[in-house]
């Protein structure tokens, strides 16, 4: 048996335009609908949804038979000993694609890569188990780590001033922009789309093509999509599994029943 292939990470270094799905909804039910709707990648948060390795090694059995769609996990944390820790545990459930939150520098970057590859290249534990296939695939251990796919979360003001250091490490695929935070960071919580937080997007995205890794964002707004997709963004996730839903419900119930300012179901809307 042979290692899978990283389709997302080649694509990504071909710099071929992945559309992708923000996953929350743990379950293999709502994966399956996700998975077969043909998005080239699903990301499954185990950051801020309550996703633990067990509901990550279900939803990653289901989406693999989707070969279309590339499975990404987000982890919560990725840095320092608990981090590679983390990282380990994740790998070893055969994920070889992360997406790691909150790296601000160049040095924190260089750590997640470590984390991911075996010796002498890192600083992975060598185990049997549910990456190598129960051991059938062939030297897994002298394999695995050019398959692995590593993505960053920028996240603060630091980490968009460390931009070009970030994307000089090897073995960094690609920087993510994270809007909510960032927008945090700089002064401007809850207003992702103010001009100022749009306009520090907009170059970060510009610098990290520029430097030759990947760049990638999440927006649920169509129009901003759109406009990531033409100046280049690499990988863009269009929506939310749990938004969608919410969107969804919210408008049907619209449809059908009328609401006043004084329903007293009407303070949810």
Not at 252 to 265: H, I, M, N, R
Request: glycine content about 10%.
């Amino acid at each position: 048996m042979q290692n899978p292939t990283n389709h997302f990470k080649r694509a990504i270094q071909n710099k071929q335009l992945q559309i992708g799905l923000w996953q929350s909804l743990i379950g293999g039910l709502s994966g399956e609908l996700c998975a077969s709707a043909g998005f080239d990648w699903l990301l499954l948060d185990a950051e801020h949804s309550p996703n633990d390795l067990q509901s990550l090694m279900q939803q990653l059995q289901i989406i693999a038979a989707y070969p279309q769609s590339n499975a990404i996990v987000r982890i919560p944390n990725g840095y320092g000993d608990a981090g590679a820790a983390i990282i380990k545990q994740h790998l070893d459930l055969g994920v070889q694609s992360l997406l790691v939150p909150m790296i601000d520098t160049a040095e924190q970057a260089q750590h997640v890569v470590r984390a991911t590859r075996y010796p002498p290249q890192g600083i992975r534990g060598v185990a049997g188990g549910r990456a190598s296939r129960w051991g059938r695939i062939v030297d897994y251990s002298k394999v695995a780590n050019d398959q692995i796919c590593v993505l960053v979360q920028a996240e603060s003001m630091t980490a968009i001033n460390n931009l070009e250091a970030i994307c000089a490490i090897e073995g960094i695929d690609g920087v993510f922009i994270g809007p909510a935070d960032l927008s945090a960071s700089m002064g401007y919580i809850g207003q992702l789309q103010h001009p100022e937080v749009l306009r520090v997007i907009d170059e970060a995205i510009n610098r990290i093509n520029k430097a030759g890794k990947a760049s990638g964002i999440l927006t649920a707004d169509e129009r901003l999509a759109q406009h990531y997709i033409d100046i280049g963004t690499t990988f863009v996730a269009v929506g939310l599994d749990n938004n969608i839903l919410m969107r969804g419900t919210k408008a049907l119930v619209e449809k059908f029943k009328k609401t006043t300012s004084t329903d007293a179901g009407s303070s949810g809307y």
